[in-house]
């Protein structure tokens, strides 16, 4: 190849479009030690991730394991980089209506660990956890897992609408807005604990209208009558030409049925902070204001960050 192919060479993003996986682990770290040596560290290993992810995946290359790191503001001012991703910015708390507040929590470090086995994601996050030594303080560790024809652990089929191919790019990945970071992508995470005994309490008519979907054969309803929104179209967000926005879920059940504990991680990618705090309020304060995401009565947030994924060159960049 020549300089100029060379130049032209597309930037290369993260696993940010990688399939739906059957294990996942969310990784959520800050950096605690306040001094240079702990930062460069943080540097390195989020630049050599790519050898990390090897490492582990070409011992079972069918297991399609693949690692996103994600960067919150407060860590990438003290990687004292020329510039900012533009909408860079702490997860903001929600006071929301009806009681309902969406938290926001401390993080670092993401690390959205997805494969076919769970083996090697937790191989991975063994050996992630390994190099950063104790230079940082796990916030929250969660594995997810694949439930049944990709349900959520309220029943229903979670990730239809999710974009996909060229609309994926579009929604998911910085384009020439921010032309620094092309490539890269916002990510929001939030954990949600369900009740699912108030849950289960409700009829599967009253479990639909919440969702907007039907919970057997996942099938669109329709909510253009002017009753209250349900969860689908709080999320449909139409800007004023008329354009609507997409972000990239990947959400995954948790849980630990012995100590009652049954969740949803969120996590959603995407081009523009904007839509996902958008969604956010929708859901949280509602649409008219109060007319809140009915989801949440039974779904408690109990974490909330942002952080910034950048793409694979920028990630190698910060080597120091
Ligand atoms: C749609 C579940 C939280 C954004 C859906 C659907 C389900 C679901 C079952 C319908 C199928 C689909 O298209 O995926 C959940 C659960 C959550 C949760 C169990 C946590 C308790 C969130 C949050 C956001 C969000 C926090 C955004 C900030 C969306 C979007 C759609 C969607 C954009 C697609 C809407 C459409 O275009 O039809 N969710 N969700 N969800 N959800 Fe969630």
């Not at 190849?1 to 399939?19: C, F, G, K, L």
């Not at 306040?34 to 989020?46: F, G, I, K, P, S």
């Not at 009558?225 to 059940?253: A, Q």
Request: charged share 25%; hydrophobic share 40%; glycine share 10%.
């Amino acid at each position: 190849m020549d300089d100029q192919t060379w130049a032209r060479a597309p930037i290369e993003p993260q696993s940010v479009n990688a399939p739906l996986s059957t294990s996942a682990i969310f990784l959520v770290v800050t950096v605690t030690a306040d001094d240079e040596a702990a930062v460069a560290t943080a540097r390195d290993v989020v630049s050599d991730i790519g050898g990390l992810v090897r490492a582990v995946g070409f011992r079972d290359l069918g297991g399609r394991l693949s690692c996103n790191v994600g960067i919150g503001s407060d860590l990438w001012a003290r990687f004292d980089q020329p510039s900012k991703p533009s909408q860079l910015d702490r997860f903001h708390t929600i006071p929301g209506s009806g009681g309902h507040t969406a938290v926001s929590t401390p993080g670092d470090l993401l690390f959205h660990i997805r494969g076919e086995r769970l083996d090697q994601c937790f191989e991975l996050e063994r050996l992630i956890l390994a190099r950063l030594g104790d230079t940082v303080e796990v916030v929250d560790e969660t594995q997810g897992f694949r439930y049944f024809d990709s349900r959520d652990l309220l029943g229903f089929v979670d990730g239809t609408e999710n974009p996909t191919g060229q609309s994926m790019a579009e929604a998911a990945l910085i384009g020439d807005e921010d032309p620094d970071f092309a490539g890269g992508s916002y990510v929001v995470v939030q954990k949600y604990l369900h009740d699912l005994t108030a849950w289960g309490a409700l009829s599967t008519e009253q479990q639909e209208q919440i969702i907007g979907r039907t919970k057997a054969d996942n099938v669109e309803l329709d909510d253009s009558d002017g009753s209250r929104m349900s969860h689908k179209s709080l999320n449909t967000i139409v800007d004023e030409n008329g354009v609507e926005h997409d972000i990239l879920r990947d959400n995954m059940p948790f849980g630990r049925p012995g100590a009652k504990e049954f969740g949803t991680y969120f996590i959603g990618y995407s081009r523009d902070l904007w839509v996902i705090d958008h969604m956010l309020r929708r859901m949280f304060i509602g649409n008219p204001v109060g007319e809140y995401d009915r989801i949440l009565d039974f779904s408690t947030a109990v974490t909330g960050t942002t952080f910034f994924v950048p793409s694979n060159d920028v990630l190698e960049g910060l080597a120091t």
